[in-house]
């Protein structure tokens, strides 16, 4: 998992993309995960997708603001972020792990340890939301 793009500053109610590569990837097999981190805090689990048949998860406050979106024939891995929110601030990761791997979405995302099931990172994209 490679490049990340996308974030940048915006305003509170605005919307970016972030894009992920998953280079060498087959996608098809993997399950790919958004995470955010700000300092001081656990990495979290943001939107999770499932590969091979595009199964997606989220977590409670993204939900109806957040999008995860894979093109598993280009390999690349996104997010559409709307109605942001100063509180979405934080670095955040693409990452992923064969799907085979994990647990069910939602059992995944009561899992303290979910970032650590994920084997391929990116290198994380700052998302700034000014109030």
């Known amino acids: 998992v490679q490049l990340q793009a996308g974030g940048g500053l915006v305003q509170a109610g605005g919307s970016l993309r972030l894009s992920c590569a998953a280079s060498?990837?087959?996608?098809?097999?993997?399950?790919a995960g958004w995470f955010r981190q700000v300092p001081g805090k656990e990495r979290e689990g943001v939107a999770y997708?499932?590969?091979?048949?595009?199964?997606?998860y989220y977590r409670d406050s993204v939900t109806d603001r957040f999008t995860i979106s894979s093109d598993n024939a280009e390999k690349m891995v996104y997010l559409q972020m709307n109605s942001l929110k100063p509180e979405d601030t934080a670095v955040y990761y693409c990452?992923?792990?064969?799907?085979?791997?994990?647990?069910?979405?939602?059992?995944?995302?009561?899992?303290?340890?979910?970032?650590?099931?994920?084997?391929?990172w990116g290198q994380g994209t700052l998302v700034t939301v000014s109030s």
């Open positions: 990452a992923a792990a064969e799907s085979i791997s994990l647990p069910t979405p939602r059992l995944l995302f009561k899992t303290s340890t979910m970032p650590h099931l994920f084997d391929y």
């Open positions: 060498g990837l087959p996608l098809n097999n993997y399950a």
């Open positions: 997708i499932r590969g091979r048949d595009h199964n997606t």
